[in-house]
């Protein structure tokens, strides 16, 4: 099965869209280990803190429809190369003049969200290549970019502290420019691509139900994994009083768990089925993020408890781009771009309302528990549709769902 998997696809382009995932996740994610000490130089509140972390999700979750467009209409290939050389640009400009403010801060966030528009960008370039089978599997190699978190939280609290947090920018500018050479030699658009879609196209797909369906579920995933992923330099910066660059080790294992798992999550849902994959994960998720909400005394159970937590949304980001194909394989880039604005809506929402409810309360617990809750909404909807999309979906979906 391995083998065939290998033999299926293209293999330089499924490694060429991960890097390209993974160094721009890197970049996208990168305010957010960042934020502490960006915060304690200009001065913000809580609140501010959090709006400047979460621009760059919410102006990639925008940005991944645009891209998603892009894409279709010209091809994954061209849009990627796009995308970086925007990055690339903002990242530079920002080195060179500096961030000054929190408005200037915001702005740079904004150009960031290309980076986070990658998702629609580099799993449609991969999944064209792949057969229905190997979708899963070929959807979480190239989404594992997700651990382009991990590199951010791991060093960028560290290469601050050593040369200045805006002196990170510059450094980040090496490894981008060496993955925007890689990917233009040996990405390749794969040879039966759909036909581009016109705009009515995507506002129909928003008149499939199961449209919404998958834009909540992913919302809960990838939206946990990005919120906690974003949030937590603070939060046990806040909470436990760890150093910037010890919450960037802490949130580092929790990020690197999550990311881990996005493969491995596909994979499994390819063997037992992405709609029982997604029941555990929903399960464990919000049971774990609930026990954080009760006051924790001690980091390292936190720390337990989230990485518990960020192992079943990672597995769940994997286990909902398992079901896509197989729902909408006509329309994966209309439905990879709308999906993945979801999800980078539920993180905004996410980081924004941690950052809000911590500045109003004094505390995390309710946007936690809020959280939790979700998880359970989840749980129940997914729940509720899978007994019509076992009659709807055809043989092929039955199969792939095993609901």
């Given at each position: 099965?391995?083998?065939?998997?290998?033999?299926?696809?293209?293999?330089?382009?499924?490694?060429?869209?991960?890097?390209?995932?993974?160094?721009?996740?890197?970049?996208?994610?990168?305010?957010?280990?960042?934020?502490?000490?960006?915060?304690?130089?200009?001065?913000?509140t809580?609140?501010?803190?959090?709006?400047?972390?979460?621009t760059?999700i919410?102006?990639?979750?925008?940005?991944?429809?645009?891209?998603?467009?892009?894409?279709?209409?010209?091809?994954?290939?061209?849009?990627?190369?796009?995308?970086?050389?925007?990055?690339?640009?903002?990242?530079?400009?920002?080195?060179?003049?500096?961030?000054?403010?929190?408005?200037?801060a915001?702005?740079?966030?904004?150009?960031?969200?290309f980076?986070?528009?990658?998702?629609?960008?580099?799993?449609?370039l991969?999944?064209?290549?792949?057969?229905?089978?190997?979708?899963?599997?070929?959807?979480?190699?190239?989404?594992?970019?997700?651990?382009?978190?991990?590199?951010?939280?791991?060093?960028?609290?560290?290469?601050?502290?050593?040369?200045?947090?805006?002196?990170?920018?510059?450094?980040?500018?090496?490894?981008?420019?060496?993955?925007?050479?890689?990917?233009?030699?040996?990405?390749?658009?794969?040879?039966?691509?759909?036909?581009?879609?016109?705009?009515?196209?995507?506002?129909?797909?928003?008149?499939?139900?199961?449209?919404?369906?998958?834009?909540?579920f992913?919302?809960?995933?990838?939206g946990?994994?990005?919120?906690?992923?974003?949030?937590?330099?603070?939060?046990?910066?806040?909470?436990?009083?760890?150093?910037?660059?010890?919450?960037?080790?802490?949130?580092?294992?929790?990020?690197?768990?999550?990311?881990?798992?996005?493969?491995?999550?596909g994979?499994f849902?390819?063997?037992?089925?992405?709609?029982?994959?997604?029941?555990?994960?929903y399960?464990?998720?919000?049971?774990?993020?609930?026990?954080?909400?009760?006051?924790?005394?001690?980091?390292?159970?936190?720390?337990?408890?989230?990485?518990v937590?960020?192992?079943?949304?990672?597995?769940?980001?994997?286990?909902?781009?398992?079901?896509?194909?197989?729902?909408?394989?006509?329309?994966?880039?209309?439905?990879?771009?709308?999906?993945?604005?979801?999800?980078?809506?539920?993180?905004?929402?996410?980081?924004?309302?941690?950052?809000?409810?911590?500045?109003?309360?004094?505390?995390?617990?309710?946007?936690?528990?809020?959280?939790?809750?979700?998880?359970?909404?989840?749980?129940?909807g997914?729940?509720g549709?899978?007994?019509?999309w076992?009659t709807?979906?055809?043989?092929?979906?039955?199969?792939?769902?095993?609901?």
């Amino acid at each position: 099965m391995t083998t065939n998997f290998w033999k299926a696809g293209h293999t330089p382009t499924l490694f060429s869209a991960f890097l390209y995932f993974d160094l721009s996740f890197m970049v996208w994610y990168v305010l957010g280990p960042l934020g502490v000490q960006i915060a304690a130089d200009l001065g913000l509140t809580t609140q501010q803190r959090a709006m400047m972390v979460a621009t760059p999700i919410l102006a990639g979750a925008v940005l991944r429809f645009l891209m998603g467009m892009l894409a279709d209409r010209t091809s994954p290939k061209t849009a990627g190369l796009i995308g970086q050389v925007v990055v690339i640009a903002a990242l530079f400009v920002a080195w060179q003049t500096g961030i000054h403010s929190y408005e200037q801060a915001l702005l740079l966030g904004l150009f960031l969200g290309f980076a986070g528009a990658s998702f629609a960008v580099a799993l449609p370039l991969a999944s064209q290549w792949y057969p229905p089978q190997h979708q899963g599997k070929a959807l979480g190699i190239a989404g594992a970019g997700n651990s382009g978190t991990v590199l951010a939280a791991l060093f960028a609290p560290g290469l601050a502290a050593l040369y200045g947090w805006n002196n990170v920018f510059g450094l980040a500018l090496i490894p981008l420019v060496l993955t925007l050479a890689i990917f233009a030699v040996a990405a390749r658009n794969a040879p039966n691509r759909p036909a581009p879609k016109a705009l009515g196209d995507y506002l129909k797909a928003l008149g499939d139900r199961d449209s919404w369906w998958f834009m909540l579920f992913y919302s809960v995933t990838f939206g946990g994994f990005l919120g906690l992923a974003s949030t937590l330099p603070g939060y046990f910066h806040d909470q436990y009083g760890l150093a910037p660059v010890t919450a960037g080790y802490y949130t580092a294992a929790c990020v690197f768990a999550g990311s881990l798992m996005r493969p491995l999550g596909g994979a499994f849902a390819d063997r037992v089925g992405g709609i029982r994959t997604l029941l555990v994960v929903y399960t464990l998720a919000s049971v774990c993020i609930a026990a954080v909400g009760f006051h924790i005394s001690s980091a390292n159970v936190a720390l337990a408890l989230f990485v518990v937590a960020m192992l079943s949304l990672g597995a769940g980001n994997g286990a909902v781009f398992q079901l896509v194909p197989q729902r909408f394989h006509k329309e994966i880039g209309v439905m990879t771009g709308l999906i993945g604005m979801a999800g980078g809506i539920g993180g905004f929402c996410l980081t924004a309302g941690l950052g809000a409810i911590k500045q109003g309360t004094g505390d995390y617990q309710l946007g936690l528990w809020l959280f939790a809750s979700l998880g359970v909404v989840a749980w129940f909807g997914l729940y509720g549709v899978k007994q019509r999309w076992r009659t709807t979906w055809g043989s092929a979906a039955v199969t792939a769902a095993r609901v």
